[in-house]
């Protein structure tokens, strides 16, 4: 059975750096049938792909984030971690991560953490 638990503060206040951490069971972060993405959704906007890490420990970021966020993994953790530097309000949002098929599917998702950035 996956589970899939994201966690963070919840307020960020604008300019600092927002940190998440997913905490993974069930299946292994070495895995390589997987690799991990990040997505969010802003009110009133569409889910939007952040990055993915992939078994490696590479990772792959989208042109709207990359410059300012970073992938990482914890392996005796079984987590990986989201940091988003120098955040404004229009990166509130709900943060999943979500298990991925490469080139298939979001086939497993977090129930997703509430970001508010605010001062």
């Known amino acids: 059975q996956v589970h899939i638990q994201e966690s963070g503060p919840g307020l960020v206040k604008p300019s600092q750096t927002l940190s998440l951490t997913c905490t993974i069971g069930?299946?292994?972060?070495?895995?390589?049938?997987?690799?991990w993405s990040w997505i969010r959704q802003s009110p009133g906007k569409g889910l939007e792909w952040m990055g993915v890490?992939?078994?490696?420990?590479?990772?792959f970021f989208s042109p709207t984030f990359k410059g300012r966020t970073s992938i990482s993994r914890d392996m005796s953790e079984n987590q990986i971690s989201l940091r988003l530097r120098s955040v404004t309000p229009e990166d509130s949002a709900v943060y999943y991560c979500?298990?991925?098929?490469?080139?298939?599917?979001?086939?497993?998702w977090g129930q997703g953490t509430q970001v508010t950035v605010s001062s």
């Open positions: 979500v298990r991925t098929v490469p080139l298939s599917s979001f086939d497993y």
């Open positions: 069930g299946v292994s972060l070495t895995s390589g049938d997987y690799v």
């Open positions: 890490l992939a078994a490696t420990g590479s990772t």
